[in-house]
Structure formats: C-alpha cells, structure tokens
C-alpha cells in the first residue's frame, strides 16, 4: 500500500491537474475582447517596471543612499572626536562655526539633556534603517533620528557624556532623492505609452465588434447596421468582406427558394382552381362532399405554403405583446 501511494502521479493525472488549474484561471479573466487585449498590453509593461523598479531599489538608491549616510555619520563621529579630544572654547562656537561651513552640518551641545522617546519609524524607512546602521556601527552610542519631521532635514541627535549632540543635516547629504524623478519619469512616460496604446487598441477593436454586431443582427433575421462596412487591419476586413460575401449568398439563396415556391403555389392553385369549377358541375353527393373537403384541405395547404413564402421574403421583426 505504501509503494502505490507513494507513486508518482500519471500523465494523465498531471494534465487533469494542469486543465483545472488553467480552467480556474480562465474562469477568472475578462471574458471581452477588449479587456483581453488591455491585459496583454498592461501586464508586460507592469512586470517590466516592476523589476526595473526592484532592481534600481536594490542595487542604485539603496547604494547611494548609504554611501551618502556614510559620509555624513564619518563627518559627526569626526566632531564628536574633536569635542571629546580636543578643548574648546566654552560653547563650541569654532567647531558650530566649522560644522556648518565646512561639512554642511548645524550642530549644538545641550548639555544635561536626555534623548527624547523613540519615533515610530515611517512606511518606507530606507533612510532610517540605513542611517540608523550607520550611527550604531561608527559611533556606538545612544541616538534619536527624525527623518519626517522636517522635510528637507533630518534631525539626528546623540547622547554624550555630558549631555545631547544635535545634529542638523540636509535631506540630501543623507539621501538619493533625485532618485524619485527616475521613478516620476518611468511612470508618467508609462502612462502616455499607455494611453496611446488604449487609444490605438479601441480603434482596433471597433471593426471587430461591428463585424460581431452585424453578424448577430443577420442570424437574427434584422437587418445590418448602416454604417457597416469593411475597416480596421487587413485580417478584420477580409472577415467582413468574407461575412457579407456569405450574407448574399444565403439571400440569393433564399430568394430563389421563395421565387421557386411562390411558382409552384401559383400552379397548384390553378389546378385547384379547375377541380373546384369541375366538382360545382356535379350533383350533390355523399362522395363529392368528400372531395371537396380534400380540396379544401389541400387548398388550406397550399395557403400556409404561400404565407410561408411570403414570410421569408423579407418580413419585417417588431414587438409583440403576447400577454
């Protein structure tokens, strides 16, 4: 029992599994041409941006960002030696003064102050994760970052033995952001492919669907639409030139069979015609009632042969109140 059950599954079986799992999937596409066509216009392009956007995320913006958070956690751990080191006038005014000019950095003592409460980190925390790796593995110290507070700053804070370091760096000393454009640039370029290819599509798709409009208004004894005619790509209109190709034959045709049976109805009815004037010749009898109701059931024939006749020469379809 265990060999069979440990058996690998047959052809069969594999096929049978592949066919529901396809059919699953179908059942939850769009069923219109149009939709159809979107989606396989829409998804490359998705899967393309996406691993473009991935692999840019990965490898570039990732990258820049923390060489740049680098440079700039050096710079602080460089001042922080000098401050600890190196005596300075009471209020640090020369390495403020050589912070700012110098590193691009605005910085202040405040000593006997205490980190306030951790921030909660924002949704994409690139920078706080990549900058905050960079605190703990150059300093070492007890820190508190604020990248969302002020837009084009962050506000880095470090506690010192005698009390708190603020830092005050740029967005951009720490941070790819020209990295966006890149993003804005692949997206809106996208969008204007996009539309360009919808608008493109709809022109595509129009013949097909008056192809099908006009189709169904034939098989439903209507007449086609007025403005249909051969349009679109070369395969649309051979299919529509092929579809009114095959609508006047089976016009022709049924034209032929409504002249053949009205010709055979009209000389039915002269004979007809004849046997009634030849039995009201005879005398009244048992016999000649029951030729005369013969008459008058293949006369009732022939009617219904002729209003069949009449139907398929072109009746006009309307609406009908049936109760």
């Known amino acids: 029992m265990d060999a069979i059950s440990d058996a690998p599954p047959l052809p069969h079986e594999r096929r049978s599994l592949y066919r529901r799992i396809t059919g699953a999937i179908g059942d939850q596409m769009p069923k219109g041409l149009y939709a159809r066509a979107l989606i396989i216009i829409i998804a490359p392009m998705v899967l393309l941006q996406s691993v473009l956007t991935f692999v840019f995320l990965e490898r570039h913006w990732q990258m820049v960002t923390r060489r740049l958070s680098t440079v700039t956690v050096q710079n602080i751990a460089m001042l922080i030696d000098i401050y600890r080191d190196f005596p300075q006038d009471p209020d640090a005014e020369t390495l403020i003064r050589l912070a700012d000019s110098d590193l691009g950095l605005r910085i202040r003592f405040e000593p006997g102050e205490e980190l306030p409460e951790a921030n909660s980190r924002p949704f994409f925390d690139l920078l706080d ?40 760096a740029r967005r951009s000393q720490t941070y790819a952001s020209n990295s966006q454009i890149f993003l804005i640039w692949m997206v809106g370029t996208s969008l204007v492919l996009l539309t360009v290819a919808i608008l493109f599509l709809r022109n595509q798709i129009k013949p097909i669907l008056r192809l099908s409009e006009a189709a169904e208004s034939f098989g439903k004894g209507r007449p086609p639409p007025d403005d249909f005619r051969p349009r679109g790509a070369r395969e649309v209109r051979q299919a529509a030139n092929a579809f009114i190709e095959m609508r006047d034959r089976i016009e022709r045709h049924v034209e032929q069979r409504t002249i053949m049976l009205a010709g055979v109805s009209h000389d039915l009815r002269t004979v007809l015609t004849r ?29 219904d042969y002729m209003a069949f006749a009449k139907g398929d020469a072109g009746e006009e379809i309307v609406r009908a109140d049936i109760g």
């Open 129 to 168: 994760t990549t900058l905050s790796d960079e605190l703990t593995r150059q300093i070492g110290r007890p820190f508190w970052i604020d990248t969302v507070g002020r837009s084009n700053f962050v506000d880095i804070r470090i506690k010192l033995d005698d009390g708190v370091m603020h830092v005050l």
């Open 275 to 303: 046997f009634n004037l030849q039995l009201a010749l005879f005398e009244e009898t048992p016999e000649l009632d029951a030729l005369r109701a013969d008459v008058d059931e293949m006369q009732a024939m022939l009617e």
